[in-house]
């Protein structure tokens, strides 16, 4: 029998994500040195030991600088919709930063020493601020006023939060004082007792029952919000413990500070779950991604990104030049805001990583990738190859090389023989994902609260039907009128007792007509009177284009003369009355069409003809509609409102006054409020394959509304 010896051959196979993360795989093989076998060929024996990460600057996309703070920044907070930053600074200052625009933040000005922490409440409304001079501000967004000022406090303030609610806000201090606020009343409900020392983080649960707060005592302290005493006390921590954050879902407290580890907790009954990262220096924010998947750790000078589902670290990141005091996912999409103690916030997308499996398939949504490891020997090597062509090896058996990837699966094999003809294969198969980012978000409208006085003579009628007699419904067309009835008292002033509010069954063509005709009848004569009417429903138009109806909850498109209210009986009636001025709403269209495109009349094809021209509008009557020419008016789902009402009734809310669709001056014309309607529903409409352009026509220039 022929004896030799047979050394195998050992791949060290490192799979990194280029530029967008890294991500990795090892195949080893077992070593036999110096043995001796049978003639019979023994392949090698190559094992999967797992995703192998490494540490390493890893480039981003889309870096938006914010800069304008003179010195450190602090803290960063982001609004629930995304759409805005908030950040502190020890400059004394707090600023807001526009998202979406490179415009100049709005500095708010009133602390007399440093700035440490920031927050802002759930609807966007108010930011409240801490400082070094023991003083908490409440500052409001829209005109960046100070609303309250709390001095309880006898250190520095270091962390606030508020409830899901808005309507508590708590505040710590280096002191180890915890303070509660009730917001709607302005007064303090007391203190909660536990901390001797600083507290650095105070974070609230999704469902708003719990708050946790940690610092310098190294412990972890659960309390029940309602009845404001400590439930349970979390302790594993070596070091001042920093950062909190909740999952998504409620159902972990992730804790990292000074020590060298971050801890995961079952928010349940306050066991540990596991222990993220090695060799953490020291932990000063986490932050965890809208789909509760990844995990940021701001670590002195480094971001750290993890991924939560596979136990495994993506990337780490340099982004600033200091020490970053924050980095915090937005709350809508897969944008980063990090702030740093080098003055500069920055907005920046996260990379991705690996998203799934351990086993011999990697699926990543990372463009390029680099091949990296090792062909190790103690004969010599015939030959290497990477999917059928020589891969280069250095002198110590490691190879690097960079591969693209398309759309899809990428098979990878690496195939090693050596000069005795033992030979090493292995196939790697490497799906690439498109990116999806997270779906838009569309921010709540902003409840009005009245500005000033009552107008009274101001006039409103607004109708709303969701749910027609013989006709499919208009979606969520109640909605808007039971809300913009709140913003006809609030915003535009009206008294409700001038209000004539129709809906549902209420908005017969009878009653529809008995309004415009008989009670609007009883202001004629009075030169200063300004009527508003708002409409939300189904329109049509006559298929000779002569005329536009509006289509009472009774009404029977196939009798529309009959049964439908003229759109130019309802323009005379308004004409009659010599008002000063008539703004009409429209969330309609007349093209036969419900919002969601489904046919009025079933048996018909829908009418789609250019009647919508308003001819023939009278001195000081204008009209904002939802669509142009023979477009369809669609519905939001998401906010359950009319796609034209949503975004009406936030420019109502103040959003249309300011820079760049307004000027500013705390008055909203018909123009400002174009501005904001008409780019936002066109953009949204288009997302959704419809085309949907609101028009104005009368005196753009007419002032509604005071804010």
């Known amino acids: 029998m022929n004896i030799f010896k047979v050394t195998k051959v050992i791949l060290i196979f490192f799979i990194f994500a280029g530029c967008e993360g890294r991500l990795g795989f090892m195949e080893l093989s077992d070593i036999d040195s110096q043995k001796e076998v049978s003639s019979t060929k023994i392949p090698p024996n190559i094992q999967l030991h797992g995703v192998i990460s490494q540490t390493t600057a890893s480039s981003t996309s889309n870096i938006t600088n914010f800069e304008g703070h003179s010195a450190q920044v602090t803290d960063l907070a982001f609004s629930s919709d995304g759409q805005l930053i908030a950040t502190a600074s020890y400059d004394k200052t707090v600023r807001l930063w526009d998202t979406n625009s490179p415009s100049p933040p709005r500095v708010l000005l009133g602390h007399s020493k440093g700035v440490n922490k920031v927050a802002i409440s759930p609807d966007g409304d108010f930011v409240a601020s801490g400082s070094w001079d ?185 982004q600033h030049k200091g020490i970053i005091s924050s980095a915090k996912f937005s709350p809508v999409n897969n944008l980063v805001g990090s702030a740093s103690h080098d003055g500069t916030t920055k907005l920046w997308e996260a990379p991705f990583g690996i998203v799934t499996s351990k086993e011999g398939q990697v699926i990543t949504k990372n463009s390029v990738i680099d091949i990296a490891g090792s062909v190790l020997d103690k004969d010599l090597l015939s030959s290497v190859n ?121 908005a017969t063509r009878a009653g529809i007509l008995k309004t415009f005709s008989n009670w609007l009848k009883s202001y004629e004569g009075n030169p200063d009177t300004e009527v508003f009417v708002f409409y939300s429903g189904h329109g049509m138009s006559k298929p000779d284009g002569s005329d536009a109806y509006f289509i009472p909850v009774d009404g029977d498109p196939a009798l529309l003369e009959d049964t439908g209210i003229s759109r130019k009986r309802l323009l005379d009636d308004l004409e009659s009355i010599n008002a000063k001025s008539v703004s009409l709403f429209l ?76 000027n500013d001056d705390g008055q909203i014309s018909l123009t400002e409020i174009l501005n904001f309607v008409e780019p936002q529903v066109s953009r949204t409409a288009n997302t959704r394959g419809q085309k949907q352009t609101p028009q104005l026509l009368g005196a753009p220039k007419t002032i509604i509304a005071n804010w």
């Open 386 to 506: 990477l999917n059928g062509e020589p891969l280069a090896i250095s002198a110590d058996g490691s190879f690097n090389v960079s591969k693209n990837l398309l759309i899809g699966q990428n098979k990878f094999e690496l195939v090693a023989i050596d000069e005795i003809g033992n030979k090493s294969e292995y196939t790697l198969l490497i799906e690439r994902q498109s990116k999806k980012l997270l779906g838009v978000s569309y921010s709540d409208i902003k409840r009005p609260t009245l500005s000033g006085s009552i107008n009274q003579d101001r006039v409103a009628i607004i109708i709303g039907i969701d749910k027609y007699d013989n006709i499919p419904s208009a979606q969520y067309a109640e909605n808007d009128a039971r809300l913009f009835y709140d913003f006809a008292i609030n915003t535009l002033a009206v008294s409700p007792d001038k209000i004539r509010l129709l809906y549902g069954k209420d």
């Open 134 to 318: 023991s003083d908490v501000i409440l500052w409001e967004v829209a005109s960046g006023k100070q609303v309250k000022r709390f001095s309880r406090h006898r250190k520095g303030v270091s962390s606030l939060a508020f409830t899901p609610d808005g309507n508590v806000l708590l505040s710590g201090d280096y002191g180890g004082t915890l303070n509660v606020w009730d917001l709607k009343d302005g007064i303090w409900l007391g203190s909660l007792a536990g901390h001797n020392l600083a507290i650095q983080e105070i974070v609230i649960s999704p469902d708003g029952l719990t708050a946790a707060s940690a610092g310098a005592d190294r412990n972890i302290h659960l309390w029940d919000i309602e009845t404001l005493t400590e439930v349970k006390r979390l302790k594993a921590h070596s070091g001042i413990v920093k950062a909190l954050t909740f999952t998504p879902n409620g159902d972990f407290l992730l804790s990292g500070g000074s020590d060298d580890k971050v801890i995961m907790w079952s928010t349940v009954d306050g066991a540990q779950v596991r222990i993220i990262g090695d060799n953490l220096r020291s932990v000063n924010s986490l932050s965890v991604s809208p789909d509760g998947q990844r995990l940021l750790i701001a670590d002195t000078k480094v971001i750290h990104l993890w991924d939560l589902e596979l136990e495994e670290k993506v990337t780490s990141l340099y």
């Open 587 to 662: 969330d309609t269209c007349y093209s036969g069409l419900t919002r969601s495109g489904e046919a009025i009349v079933a048996s018909l094809r829908p009418i789609i003809i250019s009647a919508t021209n308003w001819k023939g509008l009278g001195p000081g009557i204008s009209v904002l509609s939802a669509a142009s020419n023979n477009e369809i008016s669609i519905s939001l789902g998401e906010k359950k409102h009319g796609l034209f009402s949503y975004f009406l009734m936030r420019a109502l809310s103040g959003e249309a006054d300011k820079s760049p669709y307004g």
